[in-house]
């Protein structure tokens, strides 16, 4: 997919990494407020062309500057469709499938509650976000449940994939001990 894509109520947008798309639902507007389907599995698959099945929806509340990632599972693989619906992200996702003509590539996206854009992100890509605004609630669809015997983590400042994130100088990150152990690219585990 090399185009943008429109149905009736999706804007779908391909990015540098083979399959990972930037989804943009239609929001309907007036002096009310606004209203937008946040996920619709017949107009999804008809943009797409994937039919997928969610099986498990998670929620995170997260200060800025909050560092999560890069995570992905070698079993019980996980597609995500992530979006934000309070404050903003900038969201990463790392090419790990070896078959692939993007391996090792990465691509980042800023999502929001204001620009309604979501992410798709098949199976057998790391994932990542770091949070932008003062606080920012991300929620992300799943295609299997979390497996954490299965659970890998690349390191957020590899070099070998060198990721821009957009840290201002001298801004401290708030990471837990497993994100700021993650393994260099060399040492991750593959798809």
């Given at each position: 997919?090399?185009?943008?894509?429109?149905?009736s109520k999706l804007?779908?947008?391909?990015?540098?990494?083979?399959?990972?798309?930037?989804?943009?639902?239609?929001?309907?507007?007036?002096?009310?407020?606004?209203?937008?389907?946040?996920?619709?599995?017949?107009?999804?698959?008809?943009?797409?062309?994937?039919?997928?099945?969610?099986?498990?929806?998670?929620?995170?509340?997260?200060?800025?500057?909050?560092?999560?990632?890069?995570?992905?599972?070698?079993?019980?693989?996980?597609?995500?469709?992530?979006?934000?619906?309070?404050?903003?992200?900038?969201?990463?996702?790392?090419d790990t499938r070896?078959?692939?003509?993007?391996?090792?590539?990465?691509?980042?996206?800023?999502?929001?509650?204001?620009?309604?854009?979501?992410?798709?992100?098949?199976?057998?890509?790391?994932?990542?976000?770091?949070?932008?605004?003062?606080?920012?609630?991300?929620?992300?669809?799943?295609?299997?449940?979390?497996?954490?015997?299965?659970?890998?983590?690349?390191?957020?400042?590899?070099?070998?994939?060198?990721?821009?994130?957009?840290?201002?100088?001298?801004?401290?990150?708030?990471?837990?001990?497993?994100?700021?152990?993650?393994?260099?690219?060399?040492?991750?585990?593959?798809?």
């Open positions: 997919m090399s185009e943008i894509l429109k149905s804007l779908i947008t391909p990015t540098a990494i083979h399959d990972v798309l930037v989804i943009e639902p239609k929001v309907f507007g007036d002096e009310r407020g606004w209203f937008t389907e946040s996920f619709n599995a017949h107009d999804f698959s008809e943009a797409t062309g994937l039919s997928v099945e969610f099986v498990q929806d998670n929620h995170s509340f997260s200060r800025q500057w909050t560092l999560r990632g890069l995570h992905y599972q070698l079993e019980q693989a996980q597609g995500k469709l992530v979006r934000v619906v309070a404050g903003s992200v900038f969201d990463v996702a790392v070896e078959d692939s003509p993007t391996y090792g590539k990465w691509v980042g996206v800023e999502l929001s509650a204001q620009n309604h854009k979501q992410l798709w992100i098949p199976a057998g890509l790391a994932h990542g976000f770091l949070v932008l605004s003062e606080t920012a609630e991300f929620l992300y669809k799943t295609t299997d449940y979390y497996h954490p015997q299965s659970e890998a983590c690349l390191a957020w400042n590899d070099p070998q994939v060198n990721i821009k994130w957009p840290l201002p100088e001298g801004v401290s990150l708030n990471m837990n001990a497993k994100d700021s152990a993650g393994l260099s690219w060399d040492a991750a585990p593959k798809f």
